[in-house]
T-cell receptor
Framework: GAVVSQHPSRVICKSGTSVKIECRSL??????MFWYRQFPKQSLMLMAT?????????EQGVEKDKFLINHASLTLSTLTVTSAHPEDSSFYIC????????????FGPGTRLTVL | KQEVTQIPAALSVPEGENLVLNCSFT??????LQWFRQDPGKGLTSLLL?????REQTSGRLNASLDKSSGRSTLYIAASQPGDSATYLC???????????FGQGTRLTINP
């Protein structure tokens, strides 16, 4: 199957700093990318959907100024957690889809963010 | 409201058994349904994708069925192995929506 990578896989930072997470589709062009957040023993919570070259669409309750998403190319999307606080500690997973609504959605391996 | 429900939340069976995981969804107007596997601390691995026009998909020991009219899908795992232990997630793309709607998952444990 198609491959989606994330970098870094794990990051620990101090409160108040900003953290950038990269998501890449390695062997296909992703017209749509998704960012999810997952708390322990819970299912995935969609944060935002982005199409290449367009502004991301954020889910209700997700602060767009806090979680900056840039989908600059068909193979790269970034999530920047600005001024991170301990409550932002979580597992962040990106996902990518090549084409239309009937296409398979592939997921990255996730990034574990810990804010001290 | 478009929702996806998975039952049971957790399942523990002896190695070698055949088992069925259930997924139900509230609206029959869907593009497709996808089954994923997630190991602890890892991302999601796509197992099977069933398009709206299909009734089932098979991959190795896995078989997923789709009954849109009743809003149900099942994931059948044959001859279970300890390596099958993971959380299995069902996700539906409802028509008119970009995003997948996930169930809460079934945590499966296969005992040697």
């Amino acid at each position: 199957g198609a491959v989606v990578s994330q970098h870094p896989s794990r990051v620990i930072c101090k409160s108040g700093t900003s953290v950038k997470i990269e998501c890449r589709s390695l062997d296909f062009q992703a017209t749509t990318m998704f960012w999810y957040r997952q708390f322990p023993k819970q299912s995935l919570m969609l944060m935002a959907t982005s199409n290449e070259g367009s502004k991301a669409t954020y889910e209700q309750g997700v602060e767009k100024d806090k979680f900056l998403i840039n989908h600059a190319s068909l193979t790269l999307s970034t999530l920047t957690v600005t001024s991170a606080h301990p409550e932002d500690s979580s597992f962040y997973i990106c996902s990518a889809r090549a084409g239309g609504a009937t296409d398979t959605q592939y997921f990255g391996p996730g990034t574990r963010l810990t804010v001290l | 409201k478009q929702e996806v429900t998975q039952i049971p939340a957790a399942l523990s069976v002896p190695e070698g058994e055949n088992l069925v995981l259930n997924c139900s969804f509230t609206d029959s107007a869907i593009y497709n349904l996808q089954w994923f596997r997630q190991d602890p601390g890892k991302g999601l691995t796509s197992l099977l994708l069933i398009q709206s026009s299909q009734r089932e998909q098979t991959s190795g020991r896995l078989n997923a069925s789709l009954d849109k009219s009743s809003g149900r899908s099942t994931l059948y795992i044959a001859a279970s192995q300890p390596g099958d232990s993971a959380t299995y997630l069902c996700a539906v793309r409802f028509m008119g929506a970009q995003k997948l709607v996930f169930g809460q998952g079934t945590r499966l444990t296969i005992n040697p």
